[in-house]
């Protein structure tokens, strides 16, 4: 026998069928109360506004269903998506609004990547505290930065945030990336290389680190070197970001240095007898609004409401538009 569930489609059809035999009969849009046009307008609105929130951001969105919780609070729709909540260009005359505390040998302001950059030829190190305190993020992170890595010096710690991650680069050019992750109660720390050769010494490179949705990846120039799986909820940090190595080894320069943090928004209530079923069960937006190829496959996402068990309306979110129909 196969464990495989339902598709929209099956389900759908087993529906109707249970609409014929206990005499329902066929449903349409003028079957829907107030109520369910009501949630049909305002699911539609929350997919469209996520669509545009990836393009916005330039990050994915996902959304899903989450149950009833334990506390009563009622089923609903939440969308995942990303803010940016640190950043750091190092040009003094944005120290103040970005909260910039250095350590010496660093200089500011010296010649980057773009405009003035954080120079650690010396050794040194800077804190980016920023204006909103501790960044919290347990849904997840992606840091963009740039590096260049001295000739025979370029070796050391990149990034040390205290209780959530730390970033390495070794003479041979390999990298190690760590996370604190866990389930939400107890946490530890999982860990990622990328192999000798991916952050060659003598030239500038585009780093972006992410731990979110439950995955964890290092990509150099845009190119993805190491990924693996990590628990569901990051840790905790126990102070702002700190770029350099505490122990000054590290020499080089730094720039433009981003930090995007995941978080969760709620979306339209479900009321007690109310469904919304998307198949695949998380409907995901890439960078660019579409829907995620990697996980759709080019295939229109399925979008049912169901109420007492009868479909009172579905519609297909398609590649790039919202295609609504029967």
């Known amino acids: 026998m196969s464990n495989r569930g339902f598709t929209l489609a099956e389900l759908l059809l087993v529906l109707a069928l249970l609409g014929l035999i206990m005499g329902i009969g066929a449903v349409g849009l003028e079957r829907m109360d107030p109520g369910s046009r009501g949630l049909r307008a305002t699911t539609l609105?929350?997919?469209?506004?996520?669509?545009?929130?990836?393009?916005?951001?330039?990050?994915?969105?996902?959304?899903?269903?989450?149950?009833?919780?334990?506390?009563?609070?009622?089923?609903?729709?939440v969308r995942y998506s990303y803010r940016r909540s640190l950043e750091a260009t190092f040009e003094s005359s944005a120290r103040e609004r970005e909260n910039l505390s250095p350590v010496a040998p660093a200089v500011l302001d010296k010649p980057g990547r773009v405009g003035g950059g954080l120079d650690l030829v010396q050794g040194g190190g800077v804190l980016v505290q920023g204006k909103g305190g501790v960044v919290r993020s347990p849904h997840g992170v992606v840091i963009g930065i740039d590096v260049y890595r001295s000739e025979n010096d370029g070796?050391?710690?990149?990034?040390?945030?205290?209780?959530?991650?730390?970033?390495?680069?070794?003479?041979?050019?390999?990298?190690?990336?760590?996370?604190?992750?866990?389930?939400?109660?107890?946490?530890?720390?999982f860990a990622l290389s990328a192999p000798s050769g991916s952050m060659p010494e003598g030239r500038w490179h585009h780093l972006v680190i992410a731990a979110a949705d439950e995955q964890m990846s290092i990509k150099i120039n845009g190119h993805e070197i190491a990924s693996g799986i990590l628990d569901p909820v990051l840790a905790e940090p126990e102070g702002p970001p700190y770029l350099g190595d505490p122990e000054g080894v590290f020499h080089g320069?730094?720039?433009?240095?981003?930090?995007?943090?995941?978080?969760?928004?709620?979306?339209?209530?479900?009321?007690?007898?109310?469904?919304?079923?998307?198949?695949?069960?998380?409907?995901?937006?890439?960078?660019?609004?579409l829907l995620d190829a990697a996980t759709h496959n080019q295939?229109?996402?399925?979008?049912?409401?169901?109420?007492?068990?009868?479909?009172?309306?579905?519609?297909?979110?398609?590649?790039?538009?919202?295609?609504i129909g029967p």
């Open 253 to 289: 320069l730094i720039d433009e240095f981003t930090v995007w943090t995941r978080f969760r928004e709620n979306g339209p209530e479900l009321r007690e007898d109310v469904l919304v079923i998307f198949d695949p069960p998380t409907l995901r937006f890439d960078r660019y609004g």
């Open 45 to 77: 609105t929350f997919l469209q506004a996520s669509r545009d929130r990836a393009r916005a951001s330039g990050k994915p969105v996902s959304l899903e269903v989450v149950p009833p919780a334990a506390d009563g609070s009622p089923a609903r729709l």
């Open 155 to 189: 070796a050391g710690t990149l990034i040390e945030w205290e209780g959530l991650m730390s970033l390495r680069v070794r003479n041979d050019g390999s990298l190690d990336f760590s996370v604190r992750a866990g389930d939400g109660r107890t946490f530890a720390r």
């Open 299 to 323: 295939d229109p996402v399925g979008v049912a409401l169901v109420e007492y068990g009868d479909i009172v309306d579905s519609f297909w979110v398609g590649r790039f538009t919202e295609e």
